[in-house]
């Protein structure tokens, strides 16, 4: 099974800031990781896919890049709505995984 | 608009058995793969199942295999999630998602909790 490990497990920000978090695969995925946001009581909603191909309707101010093994999700400038646990994900073979999420929390 | 709705879930005992459904409306159902998606309390996103687009090919988490079955009916735009020997920690909110480009709509989820 393709193993996604996600770093940090937790951030603290403000709004405004820059947050980068990053999503490493223990073997080659092409560009075939999707990225969600999941708020509490809620579904995961798409942010990603192709790893770097935005969902429909989401704002640009999230962007993700890379390739292979390694991958970013970046959000260029924080906003209120954007506090939220964010999990990347591989679609390249199955069992499909998930990495154990990072939760962006108000500094 | 796309919607994906999920029923079914509810409190058994070890053992019991439940089903899921999880109904599609808003786009072409046959021409899509499904999956399910669990979320234990308090924990990660785990992936269940997936089941293609005609369903003649299926795939099962370790975790699951040889207890779920998943299925679908294309005359009544609907997946399934049949569950037998619940175990304890199965407990969690099952999601079903439609399978583009890593699962492009989710429904909002159905809680099952094994508990004697």
């Known amino acids: 099974d393709i193993q996604m490990t996600q770093s940090p497990s937790s951030l603290s920000a403000s709004v405004g800031d820059r947050v980068t978090i990053t999503c490493r695969a223990n073997q080659g995925v092409s560009d075939y990781v999707a990225w969600f946001q999941q708020k509490p009581g809620k579904s995961p909603k798409p942010l990603i896919y192709a790893a770097s191909s935005l969902q429909s309707g989401v704002p640009s101010r999230f962007s993700g890049s890379g390739s292979g093994t390694d991958f970013t999700l970046t959000i260029s400038s924080l906003q209120p709505e954007d506090f939220a646990t964010y999990y990347c994900q591989q679609y390249t073979s199955y069992p499909l995984t998930f990495g154990g999420g990072t939760k962006v929390e108000i500094k | 608009q796309v919607q994906l709705v999920e029923s079914g879930g509810g409190v058994v005992p070890p053992g019991r058995s439940l089903r899921l459904s999880c109904v599609a409306s808003?786009?072409?159902?046959?021409?899509?793969?499904f999956y399910w998606v669990r979320q234990a309390p308090g924990k990660g996103l785990e992936w269940v199942a997936v089941?293609?687009?005609?369903?003649?090919?299926?795939y099962y988490a370790d975790s699951v295999k040889g207890r779920f079955t998943i299925s679908r009916d294309s005359s009544k735009n609907t997946l399934y999630l049949q569950m037998n020997s619940l175990r304890v920690e199965d407990t969690a909110v099952y999601y079903c998602?439609?399978?583009?480009?890593?699962?492009?709509?989710w429904g909002q989820g159905t809680l099952v909790t094994v508990s004697s």
């Open positions: 808003g786009f072409t159902f046959g021409t899509y793969a």
């Open positions: 998602a439609r399978e583009w480009n890593g699962g492009d709509y």
């Open positions: 089941i293609s687009f005609d369903g003649s090919n299926k």
